[in-house]
């Protein structure tokens, strides 16, 4: 995908720094990573407007790598995997973190919110963004996952419009 011109990677189970820098390895090029060079592809411009040198720099300046973290293991390693030199962005996996957890569903239980309090501290620490999903189309969830500092936030179409639908039909039957 890369090659076609693809600007990032969401690699997932991403569960400790190892399984981060084999992701980094894998998207970026030397220096950064393993990727295998090829500079006369379609996202290098079939090689015909800069020398591989400088596409290479390019692509390694400008291909977001976004480590999924989906697993209680990946979270607890959260300031080893957001230490790693070429993970950009953090994403959290929650449903199956919780699931992993053995909290299926229940993203306030104690334990959930003290583990994923000291992850996003570690992230924050990095200077890295944090990117979490949400089903439902929740504006205090919302503001609460900002302010633990979720700095992207993937909302569902699915969530909001059965969300939207639910209030609709609520409202009708009064």
Do not use: W
Request: charged share 25%; glycine share 10%.
């Amino acid at each position: 995908y890369l090659e076609t011109g693809a600007r990032g990677i969401i690699g997932p189970h991403v569960d400790d720094a190892a399984a981060a820098r084999a992701l980094v390895d894998a998207v970026k090029y030397s220096p950064m990573g393993k990727r295998g060079a090829s500079s006369q592809s379609r996202a290098a411009r079939f090689g015909l407007t800069q020398t591989p040198e400088q596409y290479y720099r390019q692509a390694n300046d400008d291909t977001l790598v976004i480590a999924l973290v989906e697993s209680e293991q990946g979270i607890r390693d959260m300031a080893a995997i957001s230490a790693t030199e070429g993970v950009d962005v953090i994403s959290i996996g929650m449903s199956d973190v919780l699931l992993d957890m053995g909290h299926a569903g229940d993203r306030n239980h104690p334990e959930v919110r003290k583990l994923l309090t000291e992850a996003y501290a570690h992230v924050a620490a990095t200077g890295k963004g944090i990117a979490a999903g949400m089903k439902d189309a929740d504006a205090g969830q919302a503001r609460k996952m900002i302010a633990e500092g979720v700095k992207l936030l993937c909302l569902s179409d699915v969530g909001m419009l059965e969300a939207v639908s639910r209030r609709f039909l609520a409202d009708m039957k009064q």
